[in-house]
Structures are given as C-alpha cells and as structure tokens.
C-alpha cells in the first residue's frame, strides 16, 4: 500500500502563486504515471490538471498550460505541482495521484480517475 500525503495548499490572491507537494510512502523514480487533478464545485468528477511519467513527460489541461508545471524529485519521492498566475477557476481541492497505465496518462483521458493510490487532498482558494 502506497501512502500518498499533500502538503502547500492555502488561500491567495487572483495572480498568486502556490505550489503544492506530494510525499509517497514508497520510491517514486519508476512509477510510470503520477497526477495532480483537482474537484471544483460543481463538476461531479475530479478533473486532470497535469501528468508526469517515468521519464519525466508531462501534460498539462489546457486552462493551466504556461502556468502549473508539475515536476517530480525521484530521490526525495516527492511530487510537486507549482502554480503561477492562479485565477479564480483553480479554486478546488487538489489531490495527488499515483500508478495509472501509461496509455490513460495524460489530463484529458477519460481513465484519468483510475489512479490506484490517492492522497487525500489539499485546498487551493483563490480570490479575487
């Protein structure tokens, strides 16, 4: 079992920057897919925000590309997602995620809520 915990959420400012971390209980170096998504109010499913595979490639949804960049330190096992710009719609909660085939491994697959180990989430507010 994979413990994964997230740390590096809070409330800022529209424009403001956050970045959120995710400690694994277990290494993280080949683990061929690993995932920030995030639940906002209203949307029944958790949506993709960034993927980061084995080799470290990485995918981004559209609304965030330029401004999260998700990245990984194999030897510390932790996930990190860095947000700029923030805009009022990142408003959510934000959860790690880890082990999904690599074919489902970018944010927009429609596999991309079948991680295997979740974190348990972090809350991101972002006002105006």
């Known amino acids: 079992q994979v413990e994964l915990v997230e740390s590096g959420g809070g409330s800022v400012r529209s424009g403001g920057s956050l970045t959120l971390s995710c400690g694994s209980s277990?290494?993280?170096?080949?683990?061929?897919?690993m995932g920030w998504l995030r639940q906002v109010a209203g949307k029944e499913r958790r949506e993709g925000v960034a993927?980061?595979?084995?080799?470290?490639?990485?995918s981004y949804r559209d609304s965030v590309k330029g401004r999260f960049t998700i990245s990984k330190d194999n030897a510390k096992n932790i996930l990190y997602l860095t947000m700029n710009s923030l805009k009022l719609e990142d408003t959510g909660t934000y959860y790690c995620?880890?082990?999904?085939?690599?074919?489902?491994?970018?944010?927009?697959?429609?596999?991309?809520?079948?991680?295997?180990?979740w974190g348990q989430g972090t809350q991101v507010t972002v006002s105006s």
């Open positions: 995620a880890s082990d999904l085939t690599p074919y489902a491994c970018y944010p927009g697959s429609p596999y991309v809520n079948d991680f295997h180990y």
């Open positions: 993927t980061i595979e084995a080799d470290g490639s990485t």
């Open positions: 277990a290494p993280i170096g080949n683990v061929k897919c």
